[in-house]
């Protein structure tokens, strides 16, 4: 595949005439006549002075740090000098306040440095960090190849990953797999696409394409958190009282919208992102960066559309939504979260997957969350894997939404052992959104005329509006207590 330089990404992807590198001529001092000669034999090659680049640039007009990878430079290697570089860079960012973008593509820590340079990957993880801890984004683009010690650093903490088509993204190289194992890795492990079927990184796009997704991203990501615009209240319609189980009925028919068409009509800026980071992913969850209006959030939504009797709702997709928790947290941003499930999976992969232990510790991140914090009630809402999703500062339903302990058919299989008192054991248990907000744990209820399913994008269009308004309110407001978020349930 084509490799493009340092110097042509730089040229592809940042404003034109925007660069202004941050860069002093390296330190050579204390090292071997012969790796002297390696060094100035690699910069005549590649026409830069170390394997990487750092400085700022304008991308689409927003000014942002940047640090790119040059593998025309002994193959991107990291040694002392390149990590004193990456260091200062990511300092200087964070001092500065800017978001930070990294275009890593290296074969990993220099071999004729050994492990003096192998430690600088701690240094390097620190300043990260330090970045990151500050609340500003940092975003990857990982190219043909990155491996070793940089993908095991800088290349693997971003809030946003993304890789190049095709790219040889992993740890250990291939060819050094080969001669220590004396076999070839196996093949199809170490690729872009690979990562992003496993839910490691959020996309798989070509260089010429890398500026739109990241400044969609940044939209989201550097929006201002404070003095928001307030939001008029859209207001508080009648919503007729509908018996429980036409509710229950309404919320299962299958043409029924879900997460994907509220922000398709509802929403703007949006930015997928794809699993843990980690190695998981779960078509029943939806992450992403997204405004509605002017507010930013962290969108987390059960999607109905990726549900299915064969793939319920797993321990993974819990653990996919506590990573837009920590970015939640990390960067300031109001978190929405979306309940629209029949249930939590059911099965010994669930149970040896720890699904009690991530709805505890889903529960908990949400109470205790340091981020604003909104719930959207859209859809059915059956044991655990809805309730986990539940606690916030504020609350909205769908007039047909509901929430309950099991499906009505499982409590009177429990009761009165048959299906049959399913409609009676769904009134008992005060399941609909009405019911849960007379007894306020649900803070509005948004009208469905009659049925959302009959008038999908007004429907979104109406609850998209509920949404602005809130989060406007909650971006004023601030995160609540767990006292407070707590007290809606006494």
Avoid at 402 to 419: C, K, M, N, Q, T
């Amino acid at each position: 595949m084509t490799r493009l330089s340092a110097r042509e990404l730089i040229d592809l992807v940042l404003d034109e005439d925007s660069w202004s590198s941050w860069d002093s001529p390296p330190s050579r001092e204390g090292i071997s006549e012969a790796y002297a000669a390696e060094l100035a034999a690699a910069e005549e090659r590649s026409g830069v002075d170390e394997s990487v680049l750092t400085g700022e640039a304008r991308m689409h007009g927003r000014r942002i740090a940047v640090l790119v990878g040059e593998f025309g430079f002994l193959a991107g290697s990291i040694g002392r000098a390149a990590a004193d570089r990456i260091v200062a860079g990511i300092e200087r960012a964070t001092r500065e306040g800017l978001p930070l973008v990294a275009a890593p593509v290296s074969g990993g820590t220099r071999m004729q440095e050994g492990t003096p340079a192998f430690v600088q990957m701690v240094r390097i993880s620190a300043a990260v960090a330090a970045h990151r801890t500050a609340g500003l984004p940092y975003l990857v683009y990982l190219r043909h190849p990155t491996t070793g010690g940089v993908m095991a650093s800088w290349g693997s903490l971003g809030h946003v990953t993304v890789a190049e088509p095709g790219a040889l993204v992993g740890f250990l190289g291939p060819r050094v797999y080969e001669a220590l194992y004396d076999r070839p890795f196996p093949a199809g492990v170490q690729t872009a696409e690979n990562l992003y079927a496993r839910g490691i990184i959020d996309a798989v796009l070509p260089p010429e394409e890398i500026a739109a997704i990241l400044d969609r991203a940044l939209t989201t990501l550097m929006a201002a958190r404070e003095g928001v615009d307030a939001v008029p209240d859209p207001g508080h319609e009648d919503v007729p009282d509908v018996d429980t189980w036409e509710c229950v009925t309404r919320s299962r028919r299958p043409d029924r919208p879900g997460v994907r068409r509220l922000l398709r009509y509802a929403a703007s800026d949006v930015v997928p992102l794809n699993g843990t980071g980690q190695g998981e992913s779960d078509p029943g969850l939806l992450i992403a960066l997204a405004r509605f209006g002017e507010a930013p959030c962290v969108f987390l939504g059960q999607d109905r559309r990726g549900q299915t009797t064969d793939h319920p709702l797993g321990p993974e997709a819990l653990r996919e939504a506590r990573r837009g928790m920590r970015l939640a947290s990390e960067l300031g941003l109001p978190l929405v979260t979306v309940i629209d499930t029949q249930g939590a999976a059911l099965s010994a992969d669930a149970e040896n997957g720890g699904l009690a232990g991530e709805i505890a510790r889903s529960l908990a991140d949400l109470v205790t969350l340091d981020a604003p914090t909104l719930c959207l009630m859209l859809g059915e809402g059956n044991g655990g894997g809805a309730l986990a999703l539940l606690p916030a500062d504020r609350v909205v339903a769908a007039q047909h939404a509901w929430l309950s302990p099991l499906p009505p058919e499982g409590a009177s299989a429990i009761v009165h052992r048959d299906l049959d008192h399913a409609a009676e054991m769904a009134r008992a248990q005060q399941v609909r959104a009405l019911d849960l907000h007379r007894r306020g744990i649900v803070d509005r209820v948004v009208a469905e005329k009659p049925d959302a399913a009959d008038e999908p994008e007004a429907f979104c269009r109406r609850v998209g509006a509920v949404l602005e308004h809130e989060l406007s309110t909650l971006l004023a407001a601030g995160p609540g207590s767990p006292e407070e978020r707590a007290r809606r349930y006494v």
